[in-house]
């Protein structure tokens, strides 16, 4: 037998609740107008607070909301709302697409995101739905809220804006949770994952495989810290998995679960067969805090992206450019040697990136397009009525160009080592500024001419150099090229190419970084640094969009996988199999013909879903490609929301100083199956790893692993029936010859 649940805790704990002073709910709109104290501080929607075309129950008017692109209905208390128990509203519309924000303006603090999908896939137009967030288990991450100085709710819309009527809008004083079991999964070799809710008794659980019961021989119970929620218990069977039926009932839960165990996918791993990992593959860009450091075991932490282009180390400012209307302001996080500094000290390397313009902000308040200077613009700062987005009402660009002194002070390649020179905390690499080939777009402002090949190469030649003089021993990447297009031609266009004997832009680059080095007789460029999104269009967020998203990691390496975008049809390069992407081989081979020696970068790279399972899946993939390819850097873009499913994929390869390699070991499939699972084998000190990502979404998939040692193993994992939280615990591998891992879950297994 094994223990019994302490359900004298949970009585005790439903005691407190009792007590517990109950106090009002807290409306913040229920007819007609915001309530009392309440503020409109919403952006670029027409709202109307009193539309009486589609109303909830018998209230006579709603919210009428429809928001343009990232626009928000977005509400602020004239005081706080610290630590009510949830959040209740009645929405209508056909499933808009927003994410909701709890903030507190007052220190910057905000929620993890939360999508309306994560609470409700079922929203409809002209019947309201009636839902409820639970702070103690916010949808999406089942984090918690936390006690904080809140005072704002933002309701943002996706891309392509969203429309909706929203009513009822009460911050509630308690919530009462209804006992349930979520969710009971066959893992690994002789073990179920039985998730619940409130105060379950799962001491009275039955498990059946094909008809017949095996006995739970222990059980072992956790509430991760961070999803306090819910708590999940391990039953440990009295014998191991085989192919059939596996049936879970809990008596006092009144459920049942069913799972078909599949027929076993033969394969053996061969550790004699190795490749060293390098770490610098598991980086963020812009970490939160030094506690996100540790807890998801980044190793490398950049500083860049469009804002830092402008970035004045002298004063610390920047400009936004393009994305948001050009207006300059103070740096955020800090300026950036401070920044390195904690980065640093938190264990995580550093890369810098080192503007490379010829200009820089001169202080925190100037913007490019003023109204007076160009009164007649596309659209206007929605908080600044006065900053334009540089556009004509037709989309075309200003004329004439601004003087950029009015916003910009000069940059060049001494100011630059002055800066470096003067660093406390020094970087292990620097890129040479960012995607500056569409700097034309992003920074039309203060470069408005298209860059071109030789501009691009000189400009990293100059500052790259000056990066070297003022830091010697930093590591020098370049050119961070924005994406797929742009690594063969140039905003220039074709006549570019052209003009270099018909060589696309990045084997041209390499090349001619070789022969200056040559020249030298110094190595300048150590990174080939690139920026990879996935092209194909998931936006959808649908199970074929779902499917796409967790198959284009084939692009990454597989050469027979013709890219499902425009990239697999419209081949405009110049280079062999151009309609598969096969990312890391090609730049390795690129690398090889034209600079041996260079390392491989990828500072930018996203999920394409970062509050969805399976972006959390996909980043499991890359994660597992980057280290079995052989990449030499990685940093994702942009930062990962700690505790959703993208840090969780961060967290099962390294958290908490749990490593999953430091070398690769061979993996061999009978049937590899890249479309819907990943299987990655590596050591560290000396024990086996394995990190496999089912991608089904509701089928098990088993293997029989030859060469898998058993014995005692940390093993993690999300996603599944168990959701979003940080599932761990020690368990035995009784047999290597059959191994479950659930649907759509991400399992790592360690030695112990
Ligand atoms: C609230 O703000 C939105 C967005 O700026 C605006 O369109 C709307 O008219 C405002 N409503 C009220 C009642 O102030
Ligand atoms: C049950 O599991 C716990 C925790 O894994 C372990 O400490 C204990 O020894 C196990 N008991 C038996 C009887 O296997
Ligand atoms: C599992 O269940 C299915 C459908 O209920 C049934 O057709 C199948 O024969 C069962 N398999 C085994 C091995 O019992
Ligand atoms: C058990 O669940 C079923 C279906 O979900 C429901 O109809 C039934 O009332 C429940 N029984 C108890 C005792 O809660
Ligand atoms: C857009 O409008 C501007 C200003 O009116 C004009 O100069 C320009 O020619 C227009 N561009 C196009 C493509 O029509
Ligand atoms: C860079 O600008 C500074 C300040 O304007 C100037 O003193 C210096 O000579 C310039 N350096 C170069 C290389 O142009
Ligand atoms: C650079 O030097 C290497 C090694 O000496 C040589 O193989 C290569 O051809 C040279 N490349 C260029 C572009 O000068």
């Known amino acids: 037998m094994f223990p019994k649940l302490n359900l004298l805790s949970f009585a005790a704990c439903v005691a407190c609740a009792a007590i517990h002073a109950v106090k009002a709910d807290l409306a913040i709109y229920t007819d007609g107008a915001l309530a009392q104290g309440w503020e409109n501080w919403s952006w670029s929607s027409d709202i109307n607070f009193a539309a009486t075309d589609e109303y909830s129950g018998s209230s006579g008017s709603s919210i009428s909301v429809n928001s343009g692109a990232y626009a928000a209905l977005s509400v602020k208390l004239e005081g706080t709302f610290p630590s009510y128990a949830g959040l209740r509203f009645d929405i209508a519309g056909a499933q808009p697409d927003i994410s909701i924000l709890i903030q507190s303006t007052g220190d910057n603090d905000q929620s993890a995101t939360i999508p309306l999908s994560a609470i409700s896939k079922t929203v409809v137009d002209g019947t309201f739905s009636s839902l409820l967030i639970d702070f103690n288990n916010l949808p999406g991450t089942g984090s918690q809220l936390g006690t904080d100085t809140w005072d704002r709710l933002t309701l943002q819309a996706g891309g392509n804006g969203a429309i909706y009527h929203i009513d009822n809008i009460v ?57 306090p929620s819910k708590t999940i218990t391990y039953l440990q069977l009295a014998s191991t998995f085989s192919q059939g039926n596996l049936t879970v009932s809990s008596v006092s839960g009144n459920a049942t679960f069913t799972t078909v165990l599949p027929a076993v996918q033969y394969g053996s791993i061969v550790q004699q067969v190795s490749t060293p990992i390098n770490p610098h593959i598991y980086g963020v860009n812009f970490p939160t805090s030094a506690s996100y450091i540790q807890h998801l075991g980044v190793t490398i932490s950049r500083w860049g992206g469009n804002a830092v282009t402008a970035y004045n180390p002298f004063g610390g400012f920047t400009n936004a450019g393009n994305d948001w209307y050009f207006e300059n302001r103070v740096i955020d996080n800090g300026q950036a040697d401070d920044w390195m500094g904690w980065v640093g000290a938190a264990g995580s390397d550093n890369l810098l990136t080192v503007p490379a313009l010829d200009w820089v902000s001169k202080d925190s308040t100037s913007y490019s397009y003023p109204k007076e200077i160009y009164p007649d613009q596309q659209k206007f700062e929605p908080y600044n009525n006065d900053a334009g987005n540089g556009l004509f009402p037709n989309g075309s660009y200003i004329t004439p160009v601004p003087d950029p002194t009015n916003v910009y002070t000069p940059w060049n390649t001494s100011l630059a080592k002055t800066w470096l020179k003067g660093l406390k905390n020094k970087p292990l690499m620097v890129a ?44 020098v990447a370049a050119p961070s090229t924005c994406s797929w297009w742009y690594y063969w031609t140039s905003q220039i266009g074709y006549s570019d190419n052209a003009a270099h004997y018909n060589i696309d832009f990045l084997p041209w680059f390499l090349a001619q970084m070789q022969a200056h080095d040559n020249s030298t007789g110094k190595r300048l460029l150590d990174y080939l640094d690139i920026h990879y999104y996935f092209q194909p269009d998931t936006s959808a967020n649908d199970a074929t969009a779902k499917a796409l998203r967790l198959r284009m990691t084939r692009s990454l390496w597989d050469t027979s996988y013709v890219d499902e975008s425009w990239a697999g049809s419209n081949p405009q390069n110049h280079q062999w199999n151009p309609t598969a992407i096969s990312l890391i081989p090609r730049f390795k081979t690129l690398i090889q013909i034209n600079y041996p020696g260079t390392k491989l970068s990828i500072s930018e790279w996203s999920s394409t879903a970062d509050t969805d399972l399976t972006g959390g899946l996909l980043t499991v993939d890359v994660l597992g490609l980057y280290g079995k390819y052989g990449v030499d850097s990685a940093t994702y873009w942009a930062t990962p929301d700690e505790l959703g499913p993208v840090g969780l994929a961060y967290w099962l390869f390294r958290g908490y100083g749990t490593y999953f390699a430091s070398a690769t070991a061979q993996v061999n499939l009978a049937t590899p199956l890249p479309d819907t699972q990943g299987v990655y084998a590596g050591t560290q000190n000396g024990k086996l790893s394995l990190v496999i990502v089912n991608k089904n979404p509701d089928t098990p998939i088993s293997f029989y692993l030859a060469n898998v040692p058993t014995g005692t193993y940390f093993a993690r994992h999300f996603g599944g029936q168990a959701g979003v939280a940080k599932w761990q615990t020690t368990l035995s591998l009784k047999i290597n010859t059959y191994l479950v891992v659930p649907a759509y879950t991400a399992l790592f297994l360690q030695q112990k």
Do not use: C, W
């Open 171 to 227: 911050l509630v004083d308690e919530i009462v949770i209804t006992p349930e079991v979520l969710s009971a999964e066959p893992l690994a070799d002789h073990y179920v994952a039985v998730t619940t809710q409130g105060a379950v008794d799962i001491s009275d659980i039955s498990v059946l495989l094909n008809g017949k019961a095996i006995k739970v021989v222990n059980s072992t119970t956790y509430n991760p810290v961070d999803t």
């Open 432 to 475: 040479i500024d960012n995607e500056l080939e569409i700097a034309s777009n992003t920074h039309q402002d203060m470069h408005p001419q298209p860059m071109g090949y030789d501009e691009e190469l000189a400009r990293v030649i100059a500052f790259g150099t000056a990066a070297k003089e003022a830091l010697p021993g930093v590591l």
